[in-house]
T-cell receptor, first 116, second 119 residues
Framework: SAVISQKPSRDICQRGTSLTIQCQVD?????MFWYRQQPGQSLTLIAT?????????ESGFVIDKFPISRPNLTFSTLTVSNMSPEDSSIYLC?????????????FGSGTRLTVV | AQTVTQSQPEMSVQEAETVTLSCTYD???????LFWYKQPPSRQMILVIR??????QNATENRFSVNFQKAAKSFSLKISDSQLGDTAMYFC????????????????FGQGTILTVHP
């Protein structure tokens, strides 16, 4: 299955600033997914990133707040823009773990973001 | 839209004992996949076990097994011979099968169950 390197692992940021999170995969993947996990909560999908096209955002998430880049089949970034304390969460990227149907998904190790 | 419900916010078990975590889901789909993920304090999401809805046989991975009841839309996880390293948050997840059998669908997660294994 794929191996994902996610950076940074954690950061403390000032409100009003932006943070870019990177995910590098050791193999080519069609889709990459970005999730948010608020403190003590479950994972919520932010958007799906497909190489060569704009990301598809879920209800409640907008491109201006969470711009995503997907320049090639092994890399993606998520930016959290104009941050407020409500953005304090764990952000995780994910890719399909293996080819074929329902193989399960592999996750990055997550980025713990604290906005002060 | 699919929903996944985990009705047990917290569970605890003694080391070497067996524990069952509950999960129910609601969907109108016939082809889908179900997963259990484990998230220890390191926050790394780890796939524990997966089940294809079209398979009647319950999935098993070493000490982990599921009881998949498609008609009841129930998907419980049984952990046998619990170990201290099993202490984690466990998430049940649903994914609709995309046409052609590919898995490029999005995961819908339950609220999670915190499992604590006591020595």
């Amino acid at each position: 299955s794929a191996v994902i390197s996610q950076k940074p692992s954690r950061d403390i940021c000032q409100r009003g600033t932006s943070l870019t999170i990177q995910c590098q995969v050791d193999s080519q993947v069609t889709m990459m997914f970005w999730y948010r996990q608020q403190p003590g909560q479950s994972l919520t999908l932010i958007a799906t990133a497909n190489q060569g096209s704009e990301a598809t955002y879920e209800s409640g998430f907008v491109i201006d707040k969470f711009p995503i880049s997907r320049p090639n089949l092994t890399f993606s970034t998520l930016t959290v823009s104009n941050m407020s304390p409500e953005d304090s969460s764990i952000y995780l990227c994910s890719v399909e773990g293996m080819t074929g149907g329902g193989g399960g998904y592999t996750f990055g190790s997550g980025t713990r973001l604290t906005v002060v | 839209a699919q929903t996944v419900t985990q009705s047990q916010p917290e569970m605890s078990v003694q080391e070497a004992e067996t524990v069952t975590l509950s999960c129910t889901y609601d969907t109108s789909e016939n082809n889908y996949y179900l997963f259990w993920y484990k998230q220890p304090p390191s926050r790394q999401m780890i796939l524990v076990i997966r089940q294809e809805a079209y398979k009647q046989q319950n999935a098993t991975e070493n000490r982990f097994s599921v009881n998949f009841q498609k008609a009841a839309k129930s998907f419980s996880l049984k952990i046998s011979d619990s170990q201290l390293g099993d202490t984690a948050m466990y998430f049940c997840a649903f994914m609709k099968a995309v046409s052609g059998g590919t898995s490029y669908g999005k995961l819908t997660f339950g609220q999670g169950t915190i499992l604590t294994v006591h020595p």
